[in-house]
């Protein structure tokens, strides 16, 4: 990765005042187009489920199956053992039995992302060194959850994960599940160490997106944000992202890839798009996600199975709101 303090996709101009909270000397970027994804991730990143049999047990036939679904619907990046992929329950060496199964059957047509991130540092740089190790083309790592760290705490967890590999590090922000956010003052400190080279981003606050667009602005491997959660995905792309890690791209990844690839050149078309799937983004998560997914994926005879516990798998009512959000989309194709 280059050390030049221009990235792709940003015209550098004349240095800015003091930023207003302390920060001195950072450059403005005009954006004469949207920000260039890093090497090795994709503007369209799927959060893939892990598909279960009937009695629980990993479905990798089935992994197979919904992986070449999601490239053929415009996926660029597979991310697996991701939330909607039920991490939490995955159990052992299930994660790389999943990895190894998707890499198979998708070979070059798309990048692989594998969530390593835990509340255990120790923890999480063993399981981003086996991500290297089995092939992974970048990693994900989320804010630890439950213990709750400070700033000081957050910045040695995402350093020292990152000091443990060679692969694009993707940091994961999203305060309302693990109790604990990241401040910007932090993610432009992280955005410094070359091979993080940006954020998932689903805290659901524009102001703190366009302030982080602003504070990391020329950092060394370039730092760029994907939007985390898809009712944000339009507005994010409005304030800098460079694309989405996105749930609803298993149902509605063609659309969604269009709203990326339209959006600079016409975003009344990319409002057109995002404004048709916010029902079905909406409805994703009537309840505890992946089950409305999973249940919207059988109904298309797509494998998926059950969730694992302590999740519950939806209700029929719940999947038939979400099947009849997808029709009238479905039938636009």
């Not at 740089?125 to 804010?143: C, H, N, Q």
């Not at 020292?160 to 401040?183: F, H, K, M, N, S």
């Not at 366009?210 to 009712?231: C, K, N, R, Y």
Request: charged share 20%; aromatic share 4%.
């Amino acid at each position: 990765m280059s050390s030049s303090p221009v990235t792709p996709g940003h015209v550098l101009a004349e240095p800015s005042p003091p930023d207003p909270r302390g920060r001195v000397g950072t450059p403005r970027y005009a954006l004469a187009q949207p920000p260039s994804p890093p090497e090795g991730i994709g503007r369209v990143v799927t959060a893939m489920i892990t598909p279960f049999t009937a009695e629980g047990e990993l479905d990798l036939d089935g992994a197979q199956q919904v992986a070449d679904h999601l490239v053929e619907s415009g996926t660029e990046t597979i991310l697996v053992n991701g939330t909607t992929g039920e991490s939490p329950t995955l159990r052992g060496e299930e994660p790389w039995h999943l990895l190894r199964a998707v890499r198979d059957a998708v070979g070059d047509r798309a990048t692989l992302m594998v969530g390593t991130g835990t509340n255990d540092t120790v923890k999480t740089v063993t399981s981003t060194r086996r991500a290297s190790e089995e092939g992974a083309d970048a990693v994900l790592v989320v804010t630890p959850y439950y213990n709750r760290p400070d700033q000081r705490g957050l910045l040695k967890h995402f350093s020292t994960a990152a000091e443990a590999t060679e692969l694009p590090v993707v940091l994961y922000d999203i305060p309302g599940r693990t109790g604990c956010a990241i401040a910007v003052d932090t993610l432009a400190e992280l955005a410094a160490i070359e091979n993080i080279v940006g954020v998932k981003d689903a805290t659901g606050d524009l102001g703190k997106a366009s302030d982080l667009a602003f504070a990391t602005a020329g950092s060394p491997g370039g730092f760029v944000q994907w939007s985390g959660s898809d009712e944000m995905n339009l507005p994010l792309l409005a304030v800098g992202a460079v694309g989405v890690i996105s749930v609803a791209a298993h149902l509605v990844g063609p659309e969604i890839a269009e709203m990326i690839r339209v959006f600079p050149t016409d975003p009344a078309r990319a409002r057109e798009l995002h404004l048709q799937c916010m029902p079905l983004h909406r409805a994703l998560f009537r309840e505890s996600s992946p089950a409305p997914l999973k249940g919207a994926l059988s109904a298309r005879w797509l494998p998926a199975g059950p969730v694992r516990p302590p999740l519950a798998d939806a209700t029929s009512e719940t999947v038939s709101v979400l099947l009849a959000a997808l029709e009238p989309i479905e039938a636009d194709r």
